[in-house]
């Protein structure tokens, strides 16, 4: 689900194309242009009928779509879309959709397979997956759900009932196998584990049936925060706070992934939806902390972009290409756009309304300015410890939806002085940012 910028998405055109429509549907709503609106609402519609057409043909000879990402950003977007603009169209087309998608349902658990694969109706990809794959769909059914007054499309969340009780710490690990249930392997709140914790509160807040909230949902997300806090919160030897995973935390260090920036925001959205709460306060600070080690993982680099991970030291030498806290980690140098550390950026600046995160959010916008723009668009920086290096070059040669739909969303919003168009206590806004009215 990449553009590609030098060739011109000559690689799988179509696709990316429909799918980066689908993903930046709601955009104009955020600028507030009415002439754009339509034109997204008409291209979304147009470009969701030639899925529709293009996705038979592509699944007689592969093995289906990856179920997580479609949903996300491609469902995700078309419902979000529908509840900005009312246009019944958008929703039709996420219908159809979600409809395609059900098949990966499909499994004695009701726990949704990794693909779907469209043409012979039904999952794909193995009977493994991860927590964050199946854990991340439940807002976007909701949402197809709600406005569609079907019941079938609550299907997604089976998952929380089938992870009662398997918890460690109040935590998941994030292996999963579909038919049985079963969990295995590390607890992370990076990749594989990451978005399922932030579904926990999510998916309370959104709450589709409406009626009394799930709290189950809360008690599991306070549980897993706790969790976090008592096992794999630690202090770097300079002080900086950060978050590893019980596969790489030892009593010299631990790995910390950038996709685990998202979890300062999502602190931060927890202690603004129950202030009354006894770690609320407590949850802010730590949402704060942890937001300031994101933003060092990218002030400290030469090019001022964040690494996909770094390796955080308790004690010490940090070793070759380190600083005060951490290394580089050879198998994790580079940067592919993500979002994560400017939308918990947002998140904080909405919520506390400190302006030193809008400065943040701004100086790491200009460094993907200056060293991951192209001809064409943005692309991927292959080390940004060492600034002579090019980005789109080789297999950087793309750029992610979520580019757009996410990480220049949350830029735009945070530095726009007259911005008021996300209310974070009316929106609950999906991993991929698209945003759905609570109630």
């Known amino acids: 689900m990449v553009i590609v910028i030098f060739e011109r998405a000559t690689k799988s055109p179509v696709n990316v194309k429909i799918i980066q429509a689908e993903d930046v549907?709601?955009?104009?709503?955020?600028?507030?242009?009415?002439?754009?609106?339509?034109?997204?609402?008409?291209?979304?519609?147009?470009?969701?009928?030639?899925?529709?057409?293009?996705?038979?043909?592509d699944n007689k000879q592969h093995s289906g779509v990856s179920t997580f990402e479609t949903t996300i950003r491609a469902l995700g977007g078309l419902v979000s879309a529908y509840e900005l603009s009312g246009e019944k169209i958008l929703l039709e087309k996420a219908r159809s959709l979600g409809d395609g998608l059900l098949g990966a349902f499909n499994t004695k658990t009701k726990v949704a397979m990794p693909h779907t694969n469209f043409f012979r109706g039904g999952g794909g990809g193995g009977m493994q997956t991860t927590i964050a794959e199946a854990g991340t769909l439940q807002v976007e059914f909701g949402s197809l759900a709600k406005n569609t007054r079907e019941e079938k499309y609550y299907v997604a969340e089976k998952f929380f009932d089938v992870i009662q009780g398997k918890s460690r710490d109040g935590m998941y690990p994030m292996s999963m196998n579909v038919a049985s249930g079963s969990l295995n392997g590390v607890v992370s709140w990076g990749a594989s584990g990451d978005s399922a914790y932030e579904y926990f509160l999510k998916y309370y807040l959104y709450n589709p049936r409406g009626g009394k909230k799930d709290t189950r949902l809360l008690e599991m997300y306070n549980k897993a925060v706790e969790g976090?806090?008592?096992s794999l919160i630690k202090k770097s030897a300079g002080g900086l706070t950060y978050l590893t995973?019980?596969?790489?935390?030892?009593?010299?260090?631990?790995?910390?992934?950038h996709l685990a920036c998202f979890v300062p925001g999502l602190l931060a959205l927890g202690a603004l939806h129950n202030p009354t709460s006894p770690t609320a306060q407590?949850?802010?600070?730590?949402?704060?902390?942890?937001?300031?080690?994101?933003?060092?993982?990218?002030a400290r680099t030469e090019t001022g972009l964040a690494a996909e991970g770094v390796y955080f030291f308790e004690s010490g030498s940090p070793g070759p290409g380190g600083n005060a806290d951490f290394r580089p980690i050879s198998s994790m140098r580079w940067n592919i756009l993500r979002p994560e550390t400017l939308e918990s950026l947002f998140v904080l600046y909405q919520v506390t309304g400190d302006v030193k995160y809008r400065e943040w959010s701004w100086n790491i916008w200009q460094?993907?300015?200056?060293?991951?723009?192209?001809?064409?668009?943005?692309?991927?920086?292959p080390d940004v410890f060492t600034a002579s290096r090019k980005c789109c070059q080789g297999n950087d040669d793309k750029q992610e939806t979520f580019w757009i739909a996410e990480t220049i969303k949350y830029a735009y919003i945070t530095q726009a002085q007259d911005f008021s168009g996300i209310d974070l206590t009316k929106y609950v806004l999906n991993t991929e940012a698209h945003p759905m009215k609570i109630g």
């Open 228 to 230: 976090m806090k008592k």
């Open 367 to 381: 460094a993907f300015d200056n060293h991951c723009k192209s001809k064409y668009g943005y692309g991927a920086h």
């Open 282 to 298: 407590e949850d802010l600070d730590l949402a704060e902390k942890l937001a300031e080690t994101c933003y060092e993982m990218y």
């Open 25 to 57: 549907g709601d955009d104009a709503w955020y600028v507030r242009q009415k002439e754009i609106k339509q034109e997204k609402i008409d291209a979304a519609a147009r470009l969701a009928q030639q899925r529709a057409e293009q996705r038979a043909n």
């Open 245 to 257: 995973d019980s596969g790489s935390a030892n009593g010299r260090g631990g790995k910390m992934e």
